[in-house]
Nanobody, 126 residues
Framework: QVHLVESGGGLVQAGDSLRLSCTTS????????MGWFRQAPGKEREVVVA????????YYADSVKGRFTISRDNARNTVYLQMNSLKPDDTAVYFC???????????????????WGQGTQVTVSA
């Protein structure tokens, strides 16, 4: 079992930055692919970024390319989401997700991840 805890959300203004963290419990964090998803009110959950277990392969949604960066520290069992140049459209609950040995072909598929955090709210005002 893997327990995920997100932190770092908050209320910011457009153009500001935030860094989200997702700390995991359990063993073998370095074997898990990690993803960040978000869900805005009235919308479906969508993938934002994902990273493979080694950190060498990453996926970015078109809407965040050039603004968001995912990274991981396997020694700290933590994955980070650095969000720069935030926009009001980035307002959502952000969820961290994990899956053991996930193929990159399934990075964007929420159903492929079997462990989820409770989410952290990010609100960007205009």
């Amino acid at each position: 079992q893997v327990h995920l805890v997100e932190s770092g959300g908050g209320l910011v203004q457009a153009g500001d930055s935030l860094r989200l963290s997702c700390t995991t419990s359990g063993r073998a964090f370095s074997n898990y692919a990690m993803g960040w998803f978000r869900q805005a009110p009235g919308k479906e959950r969508e993938v934002v970024v994902a990273i493979d277990s080694s950190g060498t392969r990453q996926y970015y949604a078109d809407s965040v390319k050039g603004r968001f960066t995912i990274s991981r520290d396997n020694a700290r069992n933590t994955v980070y989401l650095q969000m720069n140049s935030l926009k009001p459209d980035d307002t959502a609950v952000y969820f961290c997700a994990a899956r053991l040995a996930l193929s990159t072909a399934y990075f964007v598929t929420a159903g492929a991840y079997n462990f989820w955090g409770q989410g952290t709210q990010v609100t960007v005002s205009a």
